[in-house]
């Protein structure tokens, strides 16, 4: 079986595979291989398009295995009849700690005694406490598990929002209810057509004056310029890994704002979850060539 991946030396995370399996690294700048075509199992770098593109020359592929929770990126070009696979579960961790970190730099201000420290500039100004905060996870899945788990042990009552109302996590039509009692609202939306400008301007303007908004889903899911009225009048902060569109732009208002933290879609990296990816994929071999059910399987 022909199985092609990128060049990442977390491969090694693999395990024994049977001898029938020819393992191929995918180049990361030059032309792709001829020889790529007769791939069956596929692990596309993420946001390739010159792979997304080539994918209907694939006439022996069976499955495609992304290296993200998120499939969005590649779904709507999967050809009829390839299973689609996501790596649900392998980036919960750095998520969960990105978006702890966010609220605590914001809450303690440490963005603005970093700005402070480069001037030689002494000037106190009070913290706050985030035991007591209550935040609000819109988009209730493995990752916001993973939030709400880190952001109890400091004393956060968390609230969780999801397609439907299941146990104690609400649907999304009690979204409008919830968010004017958030101190901090985190999303953790996939893009759908049905997320995209979910948090509009409507939404924003529900929220408490001083409300912390932090995005670790897709930029889609927020209204881009509702959000930067809200940050221009200093009534909301923010903390976003992702943006709409992404990559931003240098010209987008968003860069210069104080109130507002941006990091470059990294939230979910890091040398332990890419470990976890290719464990993953391993597994996801392995139950391929025995004919076993996939996991994560998306269609």
Wanted: aromatic share 4%; glycine share 8%; with cysteine.
């Amino acid at each position: 079986m022909e199985v092609w991946l990128p060049d990442n030396p977390a491969r090694a995370s693999l395990g024994e595979l049977p001898e029938a399996v020819a393992i191929n690294l995918i180049p990361r700048d030059s032309a792709l291989p001829q020889e790529i075509e007769t791939v069956e199992f596929l692990v596309p770098p993420y946001g390739s398009r010159r792979l997304i593109e080539a994918l209907p020359r694939f006439a022996a592929l069976q499955v495609v295995q992304v290296n993200s929770a998120g499939v969005d990126w590649i779904a709507p070009s999967i050809p009829e009849g390839v299973t689609l696979c996501s790596a649900r579960g392998t980036r919960d961790v750095p998520v969960a700690e990105w978006v702890v970190s966010t609220i605590l730099d914001s809450y303690k201000g440490l963005a603005r005694f970093r700005r402070q420290q480069e001037q030689a500039q002494w000037a106190p100004q009070m913290p706050r406490e985030l035991a007591g905060s209550k935040a609000l996870i819109v988009g209730y899945g493995s990752i916001g598990h993973a939030v709400e788990e880190r952001l109890h042990r400091f004393g956060v009552e968390v609230t969780g929002v999801a397609s439907r109302q299941r146990g104690n996590t609400h649907g999304v039509d009690a979204i409008d209810e919830l968010l004017p009692h958030a101190d901090i609202v985190i999303v953790l939306l996939p893009a759908t057509p049905e997320t995209v400008g979910l948090i509009g301007k409507q939404r924003l303007a529900r929220l408490k004056t001083g409300a912390l908004l932090v995005n670790a889903g897709r930029g889609t899911a927020v209204d881009t310029d509702a959000l930067c009225d809200e940050l221009e009048s200093g009534r909301l902060e923010a903390a976003l890994d992702v943006t709409d569109p992404e990559p931003l732009p240098p010209e987008s208002p968003l860069w210069r704002l104080p109130n507002l933290l941006v990091t470059p879609h990294i939230a979910g990296d890091s040398p332990a979850a890419d470990q976890r990816v290719y464990e993953l994929v391993g597994d996801q071999i392995r139950r391929h060539l025995k004919g076993d059910t996939l996991l994560n399987v998306v269609h």
